[in-house]
């Protein structure tokens, strides 16, 4: 005597499939479409972060870099505009004197930088004119080319750290909006669990309001 084997789907899954009213697989293919979008949108929204994160990780190892660039820069302007200052004090100590040999050895020894105001203030003539700049290195012609260096250095590491702030703004805004999508997920996937149209329905209404606010957060936010 032969046997057949019979292979039956489970009770509550054929009961489900043959009772499923039209109002029913409407709310079921929405709740599949809410978590769809919503899947897409933790997806992007965790991709963006991510991107975001890293710009912000070198936006402000950049600006930590340009600053301290800039630091040394000014030392070195500091330190310049020191042996500016004493060459001119021993320059004009040996010019009042009248030791005019000494006065051309320090004057030869002055930094390219300097002499340009050097020259301008000696055109002044400073020893019979009450109205000259007292010294060179108060002349508009006297320019450090490392305080410019530092002031750019500065300007640099500031820019970079705006950038970085601005970076980590957006990387919180994207985590927030996976959180509105996850919400999203959660919704429409315990709305298949009521058997109350009502219920059904206010709750997947609930997630695409959800999914509509996460949307358009996405769509305002910048990207990479």
Do not use: C
């Not at 997920?185 to 149209?197: P, V």
């Not at 309001?209 to 769509?219: M, P, Q, S, T």
């Amino acid at each position: 005597m032969s046997e057949h084997v019979h292979i039956h789907a489970p009770e509550e899954l054929t009961r489900r499939s043959e009772h499923l009213s039209g109002r029913e697989r409407i709310f079921e293919l929405v709740a599949a479409v809410l978590l769809s979008l919503a899947t897409l949108g933790i997806a992007w929204s965790g991709y963006q972060a991510a991107k975001w994160s890293g710009l912000q990780s070198r936006s402000y190892a950049q600006a930590s870099t340009a600053r301290a660039q800039a630091n040394r820069a000014s030392t070195l302007a500091s330190q310049d505009r020191q042996q500016d200052l004493l060459n001119f004090n021993r320059w004009l100590e040996v010019d009042t004197d009248g030791n005019s040999t000494l006065a051309s050895l320090y004057e030869r020894r002055f930094r390219p930088e300097f002499v340009p105001a050097f020259k301008a203030w000696q055109a002044q003539d400073p020893l019979n004119n009450p109205n000259a700049i007292a010294s060179p290195l108060n002349m508009p012609q006297y320019r450090l080319a490392n305080a410019a260096k530092a002031d750019s250095l500065e300007h640099t590491g500031d820019v970079r750290f705006d950038q970085g702030k601005a970076a980590t703004d957006h990387t919180d805004a994207y985590v927030l909006t996976t959180v509105f999508f996850a919400a999203v997920l959660f919704f429409a996937g315990i709305s298949t669990r009521f058997d109350w149209t009502t219920v059904r329905a206010g709750i997947l209404v609930f997630a695409a309001i959800g999914l509509g606010y996460a949307a358009a957060r996405i769509f305002t936010l910048p990207y990479l």
